[in-house]
């Protein structure tokens, strides 16, 4: 593409959202779609979940969803994901998904965490992600989406409006821009997100001026494969296997999930992963193990996390396992069709805080939000457009990396790991604030420490042991913003939650 090109929209982003969002909106507007490469999608494993099996209802995995959200969802935000997800699973069939069905063409559904009964959609066992992002690449392909490859490194702002996006030096103007660059993932030491996948969406929607909510909600998943590692992408071994009956256990043997929560090993994850990190300092052990011996045909049922053990020399049967952080529930603030609170800006998938996931996402419902929200947000868009703006815009841009962001990692890995205590989280924000620098790293990690210090309660997946205690006065939300001197500040929202 040339120096200074027009289109209508530009996503940024090509994971299920983003690509739902282009593809959706392909026949309608002159579309531009711009990726740093393969985020978090193409990892999937578990599947998709919707309430398409003979006897579920959309109101049933409503109730799923509200209740692994510990009182934090949005309940009409949470209607919206059931009741409009088996459409958007249908539009991804009909575009070419292969989900796993049996010898008669049925769906094979899965169970995981938190879910009341088998709903989850899959493909090839453990691969749904690339199921999902082969269809979708695939479709972007025939409807000639425009595409280019490179990292938007900052947002051109007119007059309050988002009106373009800079890809490192190359300007694009547009009408509108729709976030949906993924989660955080590497902002943390050790997680199971792909390299790429920084919080880069976060940081820019700060920068322009827009808020961010529910992020100290941050999920860790309690079985990431246990390899060592201090750095970097660990990978998951998912919820599925304990979905067909795979066990957790400590050193000595004892399936401790037991007698802990009534669905046992099959608990919401922040259930489980607090569980997992209690045994782990108990026993003094860097992981516990995953039973598998309860799963049939696990290497051909679950390829990906099979080669995984397989890479790493872990035995099938007994898989070490530890916490590492996985998922985003909070990000941009949007309305119920991806509008952030400033014009022109918009926001889709795991970087969106649409109050679907509350204080803790339900297993399977990621995938789900980004077929629901991408069509969302491109429905709107068709609709209507923001005005065009000529005035000259000015460039709110991120600054590259310095050593800065590996300590502000290492800053966000301790005091916002997945126990939590004021002290800590006091200490690490007064080091960070000490060298307020527009860096990726440093500002997510200045927005989730500074929620995650607001917030004076355990709450889903904000475990702090100084605050132990659910409080009915926080259910409300935590909003941040940048300041004047361009330091994130977390704050308590006035009005609380709807019941
Ligand atoms: C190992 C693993 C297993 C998972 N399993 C499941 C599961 O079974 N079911 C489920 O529902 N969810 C699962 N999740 C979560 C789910 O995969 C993600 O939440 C979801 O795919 C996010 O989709 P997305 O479109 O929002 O972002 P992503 O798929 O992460 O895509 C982000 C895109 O943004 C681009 N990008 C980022 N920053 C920039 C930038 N500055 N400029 C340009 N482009 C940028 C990236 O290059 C990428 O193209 C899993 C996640 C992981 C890591």
């Known amino acids: 593409m040339s120096g200074s090109t027009d289109v209508d929209v530009v996503v940024v982003g090509a994971g299920v959202a983003g690509l739902t969002a282009a593809t959706t909106l392909a026949p309608h507007r002159r579309v531009l779609v711009v990726s740093a490469g393969a985020g978090s999608t193409r990892w999937a494993q578990g599947g998709i979940a919707a309430a398409v099996g003979p006897g579920d209802t959309p109101e049933q995995h409503a109730a799923d969803t509200l209740e692994a959200g510990a009182g934090a969802c949005d309940p009409e935000a949470v209607a919206v994901l059931t009741t409009e997800g088996p459409g958007r699973v249908a539009d991804l069939v009909a575009?070419?998904?292969?989900?796993?069905?049996?010898?008669?063409?049925?769906?094979?559904?899965?169970?995981?965490?938190?879910?009341?009964?088998?709903?989850?959609?899959?493909?090839?066992?453990?691969?749904?992600?690339?199921?999902?992002?082969?269809?979708?690449?695939?479709?972007?392909?025939?409807?000639?989406?425009?595409?280019?490859?490179?990292?938007?490194?900052?947002?051109?702002?007119?007059?309050?409006?988002?009106?373009?996006?800079?890809?490192?030096?190359?300007q694009v103007r547009a009408r509108a821009v729709v976030l949906a660059t993924g989660g955080l993932g590497h902002a943390y030491p050790v997680t199971t997100n792909p390299t790429g996948v920084t919080g880069d969406g976060l940081a820019l929607a700060l920068l322009a001026g827009a808020t961010l909510v529910d992020v100290e909600f941050v999920q860790f998943h309690p079985t990431a494969l246990w390899t060592g590692a201090a750095y970097g992408q660990v990978p998951l071994v998912t919820e599925a296997l304990r979905g067909e009956g795979a066990v957790l256990r400590d050193a000595g043997g004892e399936a401790f999930m037991q007698g802990r929560h009534p669905l046992a090993?099959?608990?919401?994850?922040?259930?489980?992963?607090?569980?997992?990190?209690?045994?782990?300092?108990?026993?003094?052990?860097?992981?516990?193990?995953?039973?598998?011996?309860?799963?049939?045909?696990?290497?051909?049922?679950?390829?990906?996390v099979a080669a995984a053990c397989r890479a790493h020399g872990v035995a099938l049967a007994s898989v070490p396992v530890t916490p590492a952080e996985h998922y985003l529930c909070g990000g941009v603030l949007t309305d119920g069709w991806g509008a952030s609170d400033v014009p022109g800006l918009y926001a889709v998938g795991e970087v969106a805080a649409t109050g679907v996931h509350g204080a803790n996402r339900l297993a399977s419902n990621s995938l789900l939000e980004g077929l629901v929200h991408g069509h969302r947000v491109a429905t709107r868009l068709a609709r209507e457009l923001p005005a065009s703006v000529v005035a000259d815009a000015e460039l709110c841009a991120l600054a590259p990396a310095t050593a800065c962001s590996a300590r502000a990692r290492e800053l966000l890995g301790g005091a916002g790991g997945l126990v939590r205590d004021g002290v800590g989280l006091a200490d690490a924000r007064r080091e960070l604030l000490a060298r307020p620098a527009p860096e990726v790293a440093w500002l997510v990690a200045a927005a989730v420490l500074g929620a995650a210090d607001v917030r004076r309660e355990s709450r889903g997946c904000h475990v702090r042991s100084d605050e132990p205690e659910s409080r009915p006065w926080w259910r409300r939300r935590i909003g941040v913003r940048l300041d004047a001197a361009g330091v994130p500040r977390a704050a308590a929202e006035r009005e609380e939650w709807a019941a």
């Open 95 to 170: 575009a070419g998904a292969r989900f796993d069905r049996d010898a008669e063409g049925r769906l094979l559904l899965g169970r995981e965490g938190g879910h009341g009964r088998r709903r989850i959609l899959h493909a090839s066992g453990d691969a749904t992600g690339v199921e999902v992002a082969r269809t979708l690449e695939l479709r972007a392909r025939e409807l000639g989406v425009s595409w280019l490859d490179g990292r938007v490194t900052g947002l051109l702002v007119s007059r309050g409006r988002v009106v373009g996006v800079d890809v490192g030096g190359r």
């Open 265 to 304: 090993d099959l608990a919401p994850r922040d259930v489980v992963a607090r569980a997992v990190h209690e045994v782990m300092r108990r026993d003094a052990t860097p992981y516990v193990l995953l039973d598998t011996r309860p799963v049939a045909d696990l290497e051909r049922r679950f390829p990906t």
